[in-house]
């Protein structure tokens, strides 16, 4: 069974910083890019970014570029999100998701998904 399970959001005030993690079994972890998205209430889905099983790093909205930043421990299985100076704006349910494909895109059509992680942050 494949498992993708986010961890670390909360609630922080803006300008802080959390580390989301996406910890996956059951898929071989090399073989998989992973990718970040994240929804709001009332919004649909968008990638925030993804890391690909050919090592490339994406991060598509401008506005998380230079303070978002994606990462990977290949012996955890392991996909983590560093977020600093974070804004009320990137309030919303973060989710983690897994693709065979080698490339990183936006749509939401990827082979697995976790059960997201709520980030909230506060002006």
């Known amino acids: 069974e494949v498992q993708l399970v986010e961890s670390g959001g909360g609630l922080v005030q803006a300008g802080g910083s959390l580390r989301l993690s996406c910890t996956t079994s059951?898929?071989?972890?090399?073989?998989?890019?992973i990718g970040w998205f994240r929804q709001a209430p009332g919004k649909e889905r968008e990638g925030v970014s993804c890391?690909?099983?050919?090592?490339?790093?994406?991060y598509w909205p401008d506005s998380v570029k230079g303070r978002f930043t994606i990462s990977s421990d290949i012996a955890a299985n392991t996909v983590y999100l560093q977020m600093n100076n974070l804004k009320p704006e990137d309030t919303a349910v973060y989710y983690c998701?897994?693709?065979?494909?080698?490339?990183?895109?936006?749509?939401?059509?990827?082979?697995?998904w976790g059960q997201g992680t709520q980030v909230t942050v506060s002006s």
């Open positions: 998701a897994a693709d065979n494909l080698p490339w990183c895109r936006t749509s939401t059509t990827w082979d697995y």
């Open positions: 059951g898929i071989t972890f090399d073989d998989y890019t």
């Open positions: 890391i690909s099983k050919i090592g490339s790093r994406t």
